[in-house]
């Protein structure tokens, strides 16, 4: 015994104690270390009774195997459509893919450009009612379709949501109104997140679920401090982004918790996380949507009883359903001329940024095919070069059709107003403006 | 031994049956841990059923154990325990109150007559969690040192002068409410 530690010497003498239950006796063994071992003998021997008195548990341990029984039921059946998954799933990687590719050669076309470049960089710091605003969405858009794995469609998703936040605070900041889509925005990027979660491996998802709450618990922290700071407009939106993030913060947790339950409500819910749509950017439609989604989503857009409803049924119905929304509009150009004027003034200063001040050449030729959410974003002074052979610039020609009055017009911009005008209608307010301005 | 790996491989693929003698051989032990470690019959049982379901996710996925099957829900219980605490930091609630103050003389026979169970309770709240969870392990579960290291992922070594520092520890706190 002599020379060994007294840690070592302390674990002999507690198993002999285990033997022989009494302090004393062990100790006759280890006379020279008596005096060190026994203050902790007795206490060894103590904590032995204390640990010994463990009452029966209250449910007799029944809930917990029927809980383990039944996890185990589940499994089994979701173990059984494995196979029907993975066929189902071949035909839309095919598609995801085709989306990348597309999606791949657009960003190629666009940071090629030699605006492009320079347009993304000043997108960057745009603010919702910014012209450069639908670029800096477009551009997040492709970056999304991009990502090829689970991990980085969540990281950027989060810090696209997160880019909301900030716009959202800086928006706050400079007293001026939170626009809905900003929030929609930010749940259709978290939801995505959680999506790709719920769609990745069992190693992969819980890091992810972690990476959702920990940063969505921040982001709802961020919106909590604003709300001494923001004014009463914005209070509902700043409560409802924050309880977006709120909700997903305790979704991942309880993701964390079970996965299991996690992976099938996602899964179950939302279908494939290829199928979910890019949500609506504010000011326009993401380029990406072009293809795909536009086919589908076309009809669903364009409610019942718009004109081009009336059109192809009752023609004289369409008209008059035309002439109510050209009432409408007027009304509502005089209600936001004011909030466009002030929404210039601070175009103007971000402009500085941007070099927007180039003013945009006009074309007669072309059709005003965008929709008239895009046309009435453009503040006055802020104009892109356009070019008629990009899409891009095709469509900032047709914005520059419009007459600076009906720029300055009705702001239909946010998802959930009034249905869209129909071009007819845009066209005859402004050969009416222009033959009263020849006039 | 033998018996055990043919449970755990049916295990592997949900078998109710296989599930179920596990758990009937296992879970009192867990509970039993459990409850030396969070001093709270519901809690305990609670955690217990959590132990097992976390198992049977972690053998779906193949994620296999170092030690034995045992240590390895030993483990996920230890896991679970260091979670509720910090989801719920008030167990330390019982505070040490001058009643468990003693004098070097009067310790002995304090002990001799067996501290209360409340009393106790309290000091050990007062340990690290390491040395909550060797002397719960050692003197509750009544596992050799070196299943103890195993299950704690140390030496051997490293588990005994971890118990001592425990005992240690808690003499002091006893002592002096250090």
């Known amino acids: 015994m002599k020379g060994q530690p007294l840690d070592h010497l302390l674990d002999r003498c507690l198993q002999d104690l285990a033997r022989t239950g009494d302090v004393e006796a062990t100790l006759r063994s280890y006379r020279r270390e008596a005096d060190r071992l026994r203050p902790l003998l007795t206490i060894a021997a103590t904590m032995s009774n204390y640990y010994t008195s463990v009452p029966d548990p209250p449910g007799s341990l029944a809930a917990g195997r029927k809980r383990l029984l039944d996890a185990a039921a589940r499994q089994q059946e979701q173990a059984q459509p494995a196979i029907p998954i993975l066929r189902k799933r071949r035909p839309k990687m095919k598609f995801a893919f085709a989306a990348k590719l597309i999606s791949t050669i657009l960003a190629i076309v666009v940071g090629t450009t030699a605006i492009g470049g320079g347009v993304a960089l000043a997108a960057d710091d745009s603010l919702p009612g910014d012209s450069l605003y639908p670029v800096k969405l477009t551009i997040e858009d492709i970056r999304l379709n991009m990502a090829l794995t689970p991990g980085s469609q969540v990281d950027l998703a989060l810090q696209f949501a997160e880019e909301r936040t900030q716009e959202i605070k800086r928006l706050a900041g400079q007293e001026q109104p939170v626009p809905d889509e900003v929030v929609a925005r930010m749940e259709q990027h978290i939801q995505r997140a959680m999506n790709q979660a719920a769609w990745a491996s069992e190693e992969e998802m819980p890091g992810l679920l972690e990476r959702i709450a920990q940063r969505t618990q921040t982001q709802a922290q961020t919106l909590e401090q604003l709300h001494t700071r923001v004014q009463v407009q914005n209070q509902t939106q700043l409560q409802a982004a924050q309880q977006v993030c709120q909700q997903a913060h305790e979704q991942a947790m309880a993701g964390l918790a079970s996965p299991q339950a996690f992976r099938s409500r996602y899964q179950q819910r939302d279908g494939m996380p290829e199928e979910i749509t890019p949500p609506e950017p504010p000011t326009r439609e993401p380029q990406n949507n072009q293809g795909g989604s536009q086919g589908t989503g076309g009809p669903d857009q364009n409610p019942a009883g718009t004109p081009q409803g009336g059109q192809q049924g009752n023609e004289e119905q369409g008209q008059n359903q035309q002439q109510e929304q050209n009432q409408n509009q007027q009304q509502e150009q005089n209600q936001n001329q004011q909030q466009d004027k002030n929404r210039a003034r601070i175009n103007s200063k971000s402009r500085t940024k941007t070099n927007s001040r180039s003013r945009t050449r006009t074309n007669n030729k072309s059709k005003t095919r965008t929709s008239s959410k895009n046309r009435n974003r453009i503040s006055n002074r802020s104009r892109i070069k356009t070019n008629s052979k990009s899409k891009t610039r095709a469509s900032n020609k047709n914005r520059s059709k419009i007459s600076s009055r009906i720029r300055k017009g009705p702001r239909v911009s946010t998802l959930q107003t009034s249905p869209l005008p129909h071009p007819k209608v845009v066209e005859d307010q402004r050969a009416e403006i222009i033959d009263r301005e020849r006039k | ?178």
């Open chain 2, 1 to 178: 031994v033998t018996s055990e790996r043919a449970l755990l491989k049916r295990a592997r693929i949900c078998d109710e049956e296989a599930l179920g003698i596990l758990y009937d051989q296992y879970a009192p032990l867990i509970y039993s841990y459990l409850y030396r470690r969070v001093h709270d019959a519901q809690i305990a049982e609670d955690l217990t059923s959590e132990v097992f379901v976390r198992m049977l996710q972690a053998i779906q996925s193949q994620k296999l154990w170092h030690t034995s099957f045992r240590g390895w829900l030993y483990r996920i219980a230890h896991n679970l325990v260091v979670d509720h605490y910090r989801k719920q930091p008030a167990a330390l609630a019982l505070a040490l109150d001058e009643e468990l103050m003693a004098d070097e003389e009067d310790l002995d026979s304090a002990l001799a007559e067996q501290l209360s169970r409340q009393r106790l309770q309290a000091a050990i709240g007062l340990l690290t969690s390491d040395q909550q969870q060797v002397l719960a392990l050692r003197f509750g579960e009544q596992l050799p040192a070196r299943e103890v290291a195993e299950i704690m992922g140390k030496s051997v070594g490293a588990v005994e002068a971890l118990q001592h520092r425990a005992l240690a520890a808690l003499r002091r706190i006893l002592q002096k409410g250090r």
